[in-house]
């Protein structure tokens, strides 16, 4: 099983796109539930190995499938998110580079976690002013996260499903 969270920008006018990578032939791959479609794309199941499917989501995601898959996420960049029409560079109310992240089943779920994000600098600079994580976690464990030494109020977490949320952490300092 493979559960997403919306990038920060996706929640401001962005969408996000995935991608899922089968395995084995005659893979049965279900999204939110359905084995039929996922945001008015259809899925045709069962799939063989190889199959690449592709659909494009602006919230939370559950994703499982009766054989081994792979999926990646990817965040589209500023220029995509129609909300920054109109404005220029130094402007933009939502900037960001296009992201690729590779999911991890929640098997692999993982305690502690070290994240670096870099900065802009006179070596290497940016114009990226802010940094977020995305956070899932079960929703019973959502009180009891911290970063940074700091706890993340369960209130911050958004409910993906009966058993797991999400939080998007602004860790630009």
Known sequence: IFISAPFYNTLHGSVDKYRIQVAEDSTTVKIDGSTTSINGDTLANPYMKGSII??????ANVINADKP?????????????????????????????????ILNPIEQTLK????????????????IRKHFINVIIKTADAGTLSVDGGLIPAANFTSI???????????TQ
């Open 112 to 127: 502690d976690v070290t994240v670096y994000s870099a900065v802009s600098t006179t070596a290497a600079p940016t114009s």
């Open 54 to 59: 592709t659909f494009i989501s602006p919230e």
């Open 161 to 171: 499903n009966t058993e797991y949320s999400y939080a998007i952490i602004d860790v």
């Open 69 to 101: 898959i792979n999926v990646t996420q990817f965040q589209t960049s500023q220029n995509c998110n129609p909300q920054n029409d109109g404005y220029e560079n130094d402007d933009i109310p939502f900037p960001g580079d296009p992201e690729m992240t």
